[in-house]
């Protein structure tokens, strides 16, 4: 029997298994009714992978929206189909003059705003079809870059034939992208070895839970374990400023109608929360300053 559950748990997700195999194990494991995933890893990656539950998924968007951070292993000397190491090897090249100095030159032209041509091999949909099914079938077509923004790219260690490194970017970003430009800056080609999504705003410093620990304590503790493992929905859009609301303006915002802040604002959204503290949902602030309902919790929550 599937049964209610509202909150998100920041999974560790394993390397081998897609981000949506990995979203139907924790939801048969929690025998969840309703529960989806923030923002896909490729089967190769681990990491923080958001899933919301229930409630939660009404403000998966603003998880989707937000900054990420990821720990990567490039291969270099050579580039793939996929542009990962899952892929067929399309071209070798030589490594020559791919020093400390060079490197850190060209990280540092990524930097701040930038375009990027997303792969074939990716979920973005054309008519209706997903990119990576076009690609399986050597179908190539033309993407239009999309503008992203490299927030800080530091390199951790330069190996003979491996280059590792840390990026904290904006949504949308490619890591495999970035890592075939490098390649293709140094001359010798890359592709993604190894990749761990270690941030996803607002958790940073939050700890993750594995599948492995998930399926231990289904085992030893039960759903009511599983349950303590989840975070607050409110979480999720914890960086926007809070307006508390009378119980009148409470009951008025349910009703769909906008209601007067108790404060001016300068965000274009803000959480919502009752007298005595309670998460409502997210409002949008109106051009004339009041505020009306985005998205609502349920009354039950």
Do not use: W
């Amino acid at each position: 029997m599937r049964r209610l559950v509202n909150g998100i748990l920041l999974l560790d997700k394993p390397p081998g298994i897609t981000s949506n195999g990995a979203l139907q194990r924790v939801k048969r494991l929690f025998s969840a009714k309703k529960a989806g995933h923030t923002g896909s890893l490729d089967p190769i990656a681990t990491g923080m992978l958001p899933i919301c539950f229930g409630e939660a998924t009404k403000f998966s968007q603003f998880l989707l929206d937000s900054d990420k951070s990821y720990q990567v292993v490039a291969q270099l000397g050579a580039r793939t189909n996929t542009g990962d190491i899952e892929g067929e090897i399309i071209e070798t090249l030589p490594i020559v003059d791919v020093t400390l100095a060079r490197v850190k030159e060209v990280m540092t032209s990524f930097l701040g705003e930038i375009e990027q041509i997303p792969p074939m091999f990716s979920a973005i949909k054309v008519n209706g079809k997903p990119l990576y099914k076009l690609a399986r079938s050597g179908i190539e077509i033309e993407r239009q870059a999309r503008k992203i923004n490299i927030f800080s790219l530091t390199l951790d260690e330069l190996a003979t034939d491996t280059l590792s490194f840390s990026v904290h970017c904006s949504k949308g970003t490619y890591v495999r992208t970035l890592v075939e430009d490098i390649g293709r800056m140094l001359g010798c080609g890359a592709h993604v070895k190894a990749l761990r999504r270690d941030r996803v705003m607002p958790y940073d410093g939050f700890s993750m839970t594995s599948l492995s620990t998930l399926e231990a304590i289904a085992e030893s503790e039960g759903l009511s374990g599983l349950d303590a493992c989840l975070l607050p929905v409110e979480t999720a859009v914890k960086k926007f400023p809070a307006v508390q609301l009378s119980t009148s303006a409470a009951f008025y915002l349910r009703m769909g109608q906008a209601v007067r802040s108790p404060f001016p604002l300068d965000s274009t959204f803000v959480r919502l929360m009752s007298e005595d503290a309670r998460f409502l949902g997210m409002g949008e602030v109106m051009s004339d300053g009041r505020v009306k309902p985005n998205r609502l919790v349920s009354t039950r929550v």
